[in-house]
Every structure is written in C-alpha cells, then in structure tokens.
C-alpha cells in the first residue's frame, strides 16, 4: 500500500521560499502520478500541483510560476520547491497519489486516499 510522509514545512517570510519532501513507502512510485495538496486554516483541501509518471507536470493557477514540483523515482521522493511565497499560501500541505487518467485528460489533481497523512505546516508570515 502507498504511505506518504511529507517534511520541509516552516517558517517562512512572506516573498521568500521553501522546500516540501514526501517521501513514499510500500510501492514504487515511478508507475505513479503524485500530486500536493493545500489545507488553508478553515478551509478545503485544494490541490497545488501534481506530476504523472512521465514527468509531465500541472499547477494549479494561484501556484504557476512560483511552485515547482519535481520527483526522484530512485529515492522513492516527490518535492515541492514553493518560491515567492504569500501568506495565501500559509497552511498544512499533504502528498497524495492522484489518479492518472484525470491528470492527463483533464489536467486535475484527482486525489486517491483512504487516508491522509499527516502533512507538514507552512506558516508565512513577518
């Protein structure tokens, strides 16, 4: 079964960057797309960014140009580079496998859980 942990979450002045790590465990992820997930406080989840197994790669809109997702099949790693960061983007981010199909057909970041992980907080702020 594919289990996530995501790391890398922080403190971070608004305008500047950080770096999110979710490490996956029980499959090898290079057959899989993956994708990020934003939880803002008192809000949805909303996807931020997904990557399929051939590396193509979708945004969200409010994201584009500033985030980078990327993944290393060999470490079994999925990363989030967040660059030029807003208080907008303050919250718990989650990594999740994402179903495929909906990725390449309809470029959305289609979530498949039975249960989230814990994520890793990004706080932004002065």
């Known amino acids: 079964q594919l289990q996530f942990v995501e790391s890398g979450g922080g403190l971070v002045q608004p305008g500047g960057s950080l770096g999110l790590s979710c490490e996956a465990s029980?499959?090898?992820?290079?057959?899989?797309?993956i994708g990020w997930f934003h939880q803002a406080p008192g809000k949805e989840r909303e996807e931020v960014s997904c990557?399929?197994?051939?590396?193509?790669?979708i945004y969200a809109d409010s994201v584009k140009g500033r985030f980078t997702i990327s993944r290393d099949n060999v470490k079994n790693m999925v990363y989030l580079r967040m660059a030029s960061l807003l208080p907008d983007d303050a919250g718990v981010y989650y990594c999740a496998q994402v179903n495929p199909i909906r990725a390449i057909v309809s470029n959305k970041c289609d979530p498949i859980v039975d249960n989230w992980g814990q994520g890793t907080q990004v706080t932004v702020s002065t």
């Open positions: 029980g499959v090898a992820i290079r057959d899989y797309s």
């Open positions: 990557i399929v197994s051939d590396g193509g790669t």
